[in-house]
């Protein structure tokens, strides 16, 4: 190791040990500052509440600490929200002063320092690209336009299940062939473009390289640097990587994906249906000088972090849950049979006219929230929450899963039981119109997928259930639920094998 840089290191440290204990000294005395376990100079409480700050550590912290506590993670703030009010304060309410995102040196290089839309502040730039996403991804007239395509792709799913003669036997690993399904549903909104098969090397590339980005943001091994600012030259060769995967993972897009549209553009500038894709508004803007071809990239980069494996844990957590509640999943058959026709396959339109189904969604959305925590929101500028000081730049995290989950707001939150929400919990929609559930977010920094996210989720599950019993591997009753992750997403722990016996039509 470079010696001197050793030595500047630990000056530094010195340096910060004695000004953050003059720092806490004067500011101890100005500010009101929410509860939390008393920090230590430099560490803060990082050494006490270690790295794996997800959902249920971060309840068991508000059980001690209240709906609002303050930890000090070396020299950042991090403020904990765990109550449906505080949620209303923060997100909208106070939505414009919490409106933002952290920023820290990796999500810098995947973003190029905020050149995106879902990590960028909250300012001119996010609504620009806000705005400029919204017509291609996320209206009605997207759902109609992609809906028939989303139901060709589950058909093809059922399809090859039902060909698989192992999956009626010792059972298959489902998750595969509904990733497929998912960059397919995503791929063709974006590029009009699927992908044939498992093996295709082009979506192979795609899943490891998005594979590699989540697994580097997502890891704690940088958080030293991350915390204490004098320590960030230690991270040179994480931050070559992340540069790498960056470089790759962007040339890809370009390569393969937009300059292939930009050379159609010229023969043929609309689908098979004869309607634009997504990219060609994208590059529409760029045309007219509204952003760059480097924002172009970073829309495509956004989507592919945060629709593609949120809605695909979900459907994963959905089809768990129905095998391990045989009774639900039988319910659920037998309200798809009535409705629409035991064979006739489930279609967007359909999914309006089936309550339970909509239920079994919400339901699995509540128990098994893929991102526990919403995208950690942030103030740019000093602010005040239920009379505590909350410094500029603390990072926000709304512990929606708790809000979800909290057996003092919810009957038996930890029972999986979509009636719930037929009887007690009938008007309690994921849109946010009720504070305890907010799986999505509420208000500016909302996900605006959700109107694509639903349809997907309700045709896949419905079209599984409706062709299937599914089923525990022989040998085996339940499957396992561990879960892993919950700081930025929450998935399950093994992905893994279900038996899916056809149903005779
Ligand atoms: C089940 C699937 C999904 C879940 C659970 C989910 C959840 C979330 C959550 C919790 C947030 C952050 C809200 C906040 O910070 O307050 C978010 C943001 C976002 N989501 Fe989703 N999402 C899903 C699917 C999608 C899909 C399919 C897309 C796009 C096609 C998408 C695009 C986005 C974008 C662009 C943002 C950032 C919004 C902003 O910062 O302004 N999401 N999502």
Same mark, same amino acid.
């Given at each position: 190791?470079?010696?001197?840089?050793?030595?500047?290191?630990?000056?530094?440290?010195?340096?910060?040990?004695?000004?953050?204990?003059?720092?806490?000294?004067?500011?101890?005395? #100005?500010?009101?500052?929410?509860?939390?376990?008393?920090?230590?100079? /430099?560490?803060?409480?990082?050494?006490?509440?270690?790295?794996?700050?997800?959902?249920?550590?971060?309840?068991?912290?508000?059980?001690?600490?209240?709906?609002?506590?303050?930890?000090?993670?070396?020299?950042?703030?991090?403020?904990?929200?765990?109550?449906?009010?505080?949620?209303?304060?923060?997100?909208?309410?106070?939505?414009?002063?919490?409106?933002?995102?952290?920023?820290?040196?990796?999500?810098?290089?995947?973003?190029?320092?905020?050149?995106?839309?879902?990590?960028?502040?909250?300012? +001119?730039?996010?609504?620009? &690209?806000?705005?400029?996403?919204?017509?291609?991804?996320?209206?009605?007239?997207?759902?109609?336009?992609?809906?028939?395509?989303?139901?060709?792709?589950?058909?093809?799913?059922?399809?090859?299940?039902?060909?698989?003669?192992?999956?009626?036997?010792?059972?298959?690993?489902? #998750?595969?062939?509904?990733?497929? &399904?998912?960059? =397919?549903? &995503?791929? #063709? $909104?974006?590029?009009?473009?699927?992908?044939?098969?498992?093996?295709?090397?082009?979506?192979?590339?795609?899943?490891?390289?998005?594979?590699?980005?989540?697994?580097?943001?997502?890891?704690?091994?940088?958080?030293?640097?991350?915390? /204490?600012? $004098?320590?960030?030259?230690?991270?040179?060769?994480?931050?070559?990587?992340?540069?790498?995967?960056?470089?790759?993972?962007?040339?890809?897009?370009?390569?393969?994906?937009?300059?292939?549209?930009?050379?159609?553009?010229?023969?043929?500038?609309?689908?098979?249906?004869?309607?634009?894709?997504?990219?060609?508004?994208?590059?529409?803007?760029?045309?007219?000088?509204?952003?760059?071809?480097?924002?172009?990239?970073?829309?495509?980069?956004? $989507? =592919?972090?945060?629709?593609?494996?949120?809605?695909?844990?979900?459907?994963?957590?959905?089809?768990?849950?129905?095998?391990?509640?045989?009774?639900?999943?039988?319910?659920?058959?037998?309200?798809?049979?009535?409705? !629409?026709?035991?064979?006739?396959?489930?279609?967007?339109?359909?999914?309006?006219?089936?309550?339970?189904?909509?239920?079994?969604?919400?339901?699995?959305?509540?128990?098994?929230?893929?991102?526990?925590?919403?995208?950690?929101?942030?103030?740019?500028?000093?602010?005040?929450?239920?009379?505590?000081?909350?410094?500029?730049?603390?990072?926000?995290?709304?512990?929606?899963?708790?809000?979800?989950?909290?057996?003092?707001?919810?009957? %038996?939150?930890?029972?999986?039981?979509?009636?719930?929400? !037929?009887? +007690?919990?009938?008007?309690?929609?994921?849109?946010?119109?009720?504070?305890?559930?907010?799986?999505?977010?509420?208000?500016?920094?909302?996900?605006?997928?959700? /109107?694509?996210?639903?349809? /997907?989720? %309700?045709?896949?599950?419905?079209?599984?259930?409706?062709?299937?019993?599914?089923?525990?591997? %022989?040998?085996?009753? @339940?499957?396992?639920?561990?879960?892993?992750?919950?700081?930025?997403?929450?998935?399950?722990?093994?992905?893994?094998?279900?038996?899916? @016996?056809?149903?005779?039509?």
């Amino acid at each position: 190791m470079d010696l001197a840089l050793v030595e500047n290191a630990l000056l530094g440290l010195f340096a910060s040990v004695t000004l953050a204990i003059v720092v806490s000294k004067l500011r101890g005395k #100005r500010l009101k500052l929410p509860p939390g376990p008393p920090p230590v100079p /430099i560490f803060g409480n990082w050494l006490q509440v270690g790295d794996d700050l997800n959902h249920r550590n971060l309840a068991a912290l508000a059980k001690k600490f209240g709906d609002i506590l303050l930890l000090r993670m070396g020299q950042r703030n991090l403020v904990v929200v765990s109550s449906p009010d505080l949620a209303r304060e923060v997100l909208h309410t106070q939505g414009v002063e919490f409106g933002s995102r952290t920023r820290n040196v990796v999500f810098d290089i995947f973003t190029g320092k905020g050149q995106d839309m879902v990590f960028t502040v909250y300012g +001119e730039h996010w609504r620009k &690209m806000r705005r400029i996403m919204t017509v291609p991804f996320f209206t009605n007239k997207v759902v109609q336009q992609y809906r028939h395509g989303w139901e060709e792709e589950a058909a093809r799913v059922v399809d090859d299940v039902r060909n698989n003669p192992r999956a009626a036997t010792e059972g298959i690993v489902l #998750r595969r062939r509904l990733q497929l &399904m998912m960059y =397919n549903n &995503m791929y #063709r $909104i974006m590029f009009d473009r699927r992908f044939e098969s498992e093996d295709d090397p082009l979506f192979v590339k795609l899943k490891t390289l998005n594979g590699e980005r989540s697994r580097l943001a997502q890891s704690f091994e940088y958080n030293y640097g991350d915390f /204490i600012p $004098i320590l960030r030259p230690f991270l040179k060769g994480y931050l070559k990587i992340c540069k790498e995967v960056k470089e790759r993972r962007l040339s890809l897009f370009k390569n393969h994906f937009v300059e292939e549209r930009k050379k159609m553009a010229g023969t043929k500038p609309v689908d098979s249906v004869g309607l634009k894709c997504a990219i060609d508004h994208i590059l529409d803007a760029e045309k007219k000088g509204e952003i760059n071809e480097d924002n172009v990239l970073y829309i495509i980069e956004n $989507i =592919n972090v945060a629709a593609i494996e949120t809605t695909l844990w979900s459907i994963e957590w959905g089809i768990a849950e129905l095998v391990n509640h045989p009774e639900v999943q039988q319910k659920l058959r037998a309200e798809l049979d009535s409705v !629409l026709g035991p064979g006739a396959p489930v279609t967007e339109p359909d999914t309006h006219r089936l309550p339970y189904l909509q239920a079994v969604v919400k339901e699995t959305l509540r128990l098994r929230m893929a991102i526990p925590l919403l995208v950690p929101h942030m103030n740019l500028h000093d602010a005040n929450l239920r009379g505590f000081d909350i410094p500029a730049e603390s990072k926000i995290l709304v512990n929606a899963w708790w809000l979800a989950n909290d057996p003092a707001n919810w009957r %038996a939150p930890d029972r999986f039981r979509p009636d719930r929400f !037929l009887q +007690e919990d009938a008007n309690v929609e994921a849109n946010g119109n009720d504070f305890r559930f907010i799986p999505f977010g509420v208000g500016r920094r909302s996900c605006p997928g959700i /109107i694509l996210a639903l349809p /997907i989720l %309700a045709i896949t599950i419905g079209r599984l259930v409706q062709n299937f019993e599914l089923l525990p591997p %022989a040998g085996k009753d @339940k499957l396992d639920t561990a879960e892993k992750g919950g700081q930025f997403s929450l998935h399950i722990l093994n992905h893994y094998t279900v038996v899916a @016996k056809p149903r005779p039509f």
